[in-house]
């Protein structure tokens, strides 16, 4: 399953738009050449880290000849210029074809190798180059290298007149086709085998990833822009000179690969930035320079290996929760009333062992039953439950951390499911709640299991939206359709459409129907539900799925039959020891919330499964005990 | 084709490249071997070790100011890797990335301390003068004294380091955490200072190298880069399964070097030693003198 939206609908689109903005804007108010000089090199840095990335990072493969790209498109631009006299345009065009040749050429040594070797071989065919580059001084020029390189023109227009504004929106351009280049190739099935190769080798090969082709394209792409930003670099500077070789070049692109966080492409862009101005602020300082650089980047390996844009996302990530957590605190105060009008009853914070949560309780009645939401939703998606029930039962429902009104939670302790069944337990304790029924949908139905199964006292269980697992992860993809939407479930971040994406298929209604939990898509913690995703794991899941086979306890599945996210037959197949009406129910003609969607005939359904519950207690009285009997019989409970 | 005195000649100094580069590329090795790690900044070391000894023998003259300056610069450059291993190494040993971390902070280390010399000591060419003069006679080919002496030197010490790691039982706890890490700190031994030692050991062999290259030629604040491309082009040559197996490489690379310079020219000599490289790794990635297997 791959979940790949179009960038426009990401959340870095924006902050990309604006930077590309910015960039295209600043020459035209700073027409100083020097400002303009600099951007063109921090440009060149970018594209010649960014593209590493697709070898070292994304690949795995530490190609140390990849500055080498970059001269041989520099060289082959004087040489084709010079030597032979062809036109500029045609030899920047030609100087990536080279790199590519070249790139093709190394490949064939290193893939019989790994690690170190790698390392090793490209460096010496690197030095190689230099030695042929530097003995060929009537091509190349030796080690002065070559000057006077004819300059790119426009017709009669010569690029570098105005202050360079030819070449600085030049290098922009190349730099924008880059990027472009490195985020498709990213998500193509050809960046996935890279990826794939890189992390788990003899599973690739075995999936069908060829080792030796893929290695191939890998350094072959990582070769077409530095190849191209040398031959702009010749037509730039006018000068080819064996540095580009050398050991201070490669250090500083390295560096700001490192800085940036390998594995990610803005982070070079950013770090090239960072790096590029930070050594023309130091340029005074001579060798000091190379020093604090050379600091830095051992700083950054040992102390911060992630990088700066680890760093920006923790930054992010940290005001997403101050802000969310804020949120809830605003709404918990200011819309009670709102909250109240919807759910008949006005809800209240109650002390747990994983912090507070927000919980209405209709506080009348003997029998209580007790509602979980799901993932990134809220309490008050079980308003027409509390409507239909109130009169007769004792309904409760609550927000889990990080949702809906109940403040942030500790994202190691709080965010899983055993830690929502722990708050299910004491919420069941501190309120008085007896022996409840259980009602769970989507990762409430996980947590409804996991307290039914953890021992918890317990009358009845109903699920919803919920593929019980016994063997994880390998039934995941049989309990679940593997659909994009699937993969937003557990990721931190959502964009605007992303969240519009989630809030429609998991409600199964437009925006302004339900306003409620509409917010509360937006208001969810990130770190709720990459931690219950990430943590589904440790799940004891024989556990739960043991529960159901025993069939002590009465036990409902009452599932949409349009759910997007389960597999029907899959729940159908499974061995249950006493499922009310014989195998999973189906509501009317709802989707994955058929409480919301269709309440009248959920309501129904859930009645008469209640009230059957109710008549076998009465008629077999030892049913009274049957939750402490369940647990004292169950060893793991 | 050629004199029968100038082939001498040349294999002769190609012998004593060779005896140089094996200095060079024995504590590479070592250092290889026991820490799964490879120095970049082993070349630096070399240059170092011999701006040390020159600043020594600036104040001191004579044989008896030569010698102190190779003593002197062994202990500080032992020093210097013994604290280096601290901060290059160590943070990250347990880490899965190991190997291309400690290549970034090797570079790293090699480039503080490339421009840490050109900040000490300027950018000019400086020599350390050789104590010994006076040259003998080699089948027809007259070859220096200090030559010899360097040469009888290089392998003295080689022959000292390996005794001391098969014999002592520090060397022999410094092979055991280059066999099996965890046995060794199961037996007690402080494997992190074993380490540093091993890293302090190699930058002593590199120094002692600097010395003698740089009372042969003369140094320069990025003359490093050089020892630094040889010892890797023997290392890779010889592989590491045996102490001896990057001695013999640097032999052959020492004569491989001398013949080439000679026959092809100076600038071609270099990228012949790369191509013999490349063919090596091709065919026998271990090396020619290994099997695949990590011991000293």
Redo the contacts between chains.
């Keep these: 399953m791959k979940y790949a939206p179009p960038f426009h609908r990401t959340n870095g689109f924006l902050p990309v738009l604006l930077a590309l903005f910015a960039l295209a804007v600043i020459p035209l108010v700073f027409t100083d050449t020097y400002i303009r000089h600099t951007l063109i090199l921090v440009f060149i840095y970018a594209i010649l880290a960014s593209n590493w990335d697709i070898s070292l990072g994304l690949g795995g493969v530490v190609n140390f000849a990849h500055m080498a790209f970059f001269a041989i498109g520099l060289y082959s631009y004087g040489i084709t210029v010079k030597i032979f006299g062809v036109d500029p345009w045609i030899a920047l065009a030609l100087a990536p074809v080279l790199a590519i040749v070249f790139a093709a050429l190394l490949a064939i040594p290193i893939l019989r190798l790994e690690g170190i070797y790698v390392i090793l071989v490209t460096i010496a065919a690197a030095q190689l180059l230099l030695q042929i580059v530097v003995s060929q001084s009537d091509y190349t020029g030796g080690t002065s290298g070559m000057v006077l390189l004819p300059r790119l023109t426009l017709g009669d227009y010569r690029l570098s007149s105005d202050g360079r504004i030819g070449y600085f929106y030049l290098a922009l351009l190349l730099l924008a086709a880059s990027t472009i280049f490195l985020y498709k190739l990213e998500r193509s099935a050809l960046g996935r085998a890279i990826k794939a190769l890189r992390d788990n080798k003899y599973y690739a090969i075995a999936r069908g990833v060829s080792e030796g082709r893929v290695r191939l394209l890998t350094l072959c792409a990582s070769a077409l822009f530095p190849g191209l930003a040398g031959g702009f670099y010749g037509a730039y500077l006018r000068v080819a000179s064996p540095d580009v070789f050398g050991l201070g070049f490669l250090t500083m692109t390295l560096s700001i690969l490192l800085l940036g966080g390998i594995s990610t492409i803005w982070g070079s862009l950013i770090a090239a930035f960072v790096i590029t101005i930070l050594a023309q602020l130091l340029g005074d300082y001579g060798s000091w320079r190379s020093i604090i650089i050379a600091l830095l980047i051992i700083a950054v390996v040992v102390v911060y290996p992630g990088g700066l844009f680890a760093a920006l996302q923790e930054a992010w990530g940290g005001a997403n929760r101050l802000k969310t957590n804020m949120l809830a605190g605003y709404r918990r105060r200011a819309q009670a009333s709102v909250r109240a009008a919807a759910m008949g009853v006005e809800d209240r914070l109650v002390e747990t062992r994983h912090g507070r949560v927000s919980v209405c309780d209709t506080q009348t009645g003997d029998k209580a039953i007790l509602f979980i939401h799901g993932n990134s939703s809220a309490k008050e998606v079980f308003r027409h439950q509390f409507e239909a029930f109130r009169g007769d039962y004792r309904v409760v429902a609550f927000d889990l951390p990080g949702h809906g009104v109940s403040p942030n939670a500790d994202p190691e302790d709080d965010y899983n499911v055993e830690a929502y069944a722990e708050i299910v337990a004491d919420l069941v304790e501190h309120l008085k709640l007896g022996e409840p029924v259980v009602f769970g949908w989507s990762l409430g139905g996980y947590v409804g299991l996991e307290y039914a199964a953890s021992g918890g006292p317990i009358t009845a269980l109903a699920i919803c939206g919920t593929s019980p697992v016994n063997k994880y992860p390998d039934d995941m993809p049989r309990g679940y359709i593997a659909t994009p939407h699937m993969e937003l479930a557990g990721k931190r971040f959502h964009s605007p459409s992303e969240k519009t994406a989630y809030a429609t298929h998991t409600i199964g209604m437009k925006k302004g129907l339900e306003p409620l939990l509409w917010q509360a898509v937006w208001r969810t913690d990130g770190q709720a539900r990459e931690q219950a995703f990430a943590k589904l794991k440790t799940i004891d899941w024989p556990r739960q799925t043991r529960l159901m086979r025993d069939g002590t306890l009465p036990f409902a599945m009452i599932n949409g039959p349009r759910d997007p996210f389960i597999n029907h037959d899959y729940c159908r197949s499974l061995a249950y020891g006493d499922i009310w009406g014989g195998t999973p129910q189906n509501v009317g003609d709802a989707g994955h919330a058929p409480f919301l969607e269709d309440p009248e005939t959920f309501n129904a359904m859930l009645r008469d499964f209640l009230n059957e519950v109710e008549t076998t207690r009465t008629a077999n009285v030892p049913r009274e005990t049957t939750g402490a009997g369940r647990a004292a019989s169950d060893p793991s409970g | 084709m050629i004199s029968l005195d100038t082939f001498f000649f040349i294999l002769a100094s190609g012998i004593l490249l060779g005896g140089l580069y094996a200095l060079m590329a024995t504590g590479l090795a070592v250092v ?1 071997t026991t820490l799964g790690v ?1 120095n970049f900044a082993h070349g630096t070391f070399v240059a170092l070790g011999a701006y040390v000894a020159w600043q020594v023998t600036q104040s001191i003259g004579g044989g008896a100011g030569f010698l102190l300056a190779a003593a002197l610069s062994v202990i500080v450059m032992f020093g210097i890797g013994f604290v280096l291993h601290y ?2 190494v160590k ?2 040993e347990r ?1 899965t990335n190991l ?3 400690a ?3 090797t ?6 301390i ?3 010399i ?2 000490g000591w300027g950018p000019r060419d400086k020599q350390i003068t050789p104590p010994i003069e006076g040259s003998v006679g080699f089948f027809g080919a007259s070859i220096n004294l200090y030559d010899i002496v360097i040469l009888l030197v290089a392998l003295l010490t080689l022959l000292a380091l390996a005794l001391f790691l098969r014999r002592t039982s520090l060397g022999r706890a410094m092979r055991a955490a280059a066999q099996n890490r965890e046995a060794a700190e199961l037996m007690g031994l402080n494997v992190s200072m074993l380490f540093a030692i091993t890293i302090g050991l190699s930058a002593a062999t590199a120094a002692l190298a600097g010395v003698f290259t740089g009372s042969l030629r003369f140094i320069s604040p990025t003359f490093g ?1 050089d020892p630094l ?1 040889k010892a ?2 023997v290392v ?1 040559l010889g592989g590491v399964a045996r102490f001896t197996s990057p001695i013999y490489a640097a032999f052959i690379v020492g004569i491989a070097e001398s013949f080439s310079a000679y026959f092809l ?1 100076l ?2 000599a ?2 012949v030693l ?2 013999m ?2 063919a090596v ?2 065919i026998k ?1 271990e090396g020619l003198f290994g099997h695949r297997s990590k011991t000293l």
């Design positions: 290889w490879f901060v290059l943070p990250f880490n190997v291309l971390l290549v970034i902070t570079l790293a280390a090699a480039s503080i490339e421009n840490g050109l900040i880069a491309m890797l082009v890779i020219g600038y071609w270099p990228a790369f191509a490289m490349i790794l091709l990635p």
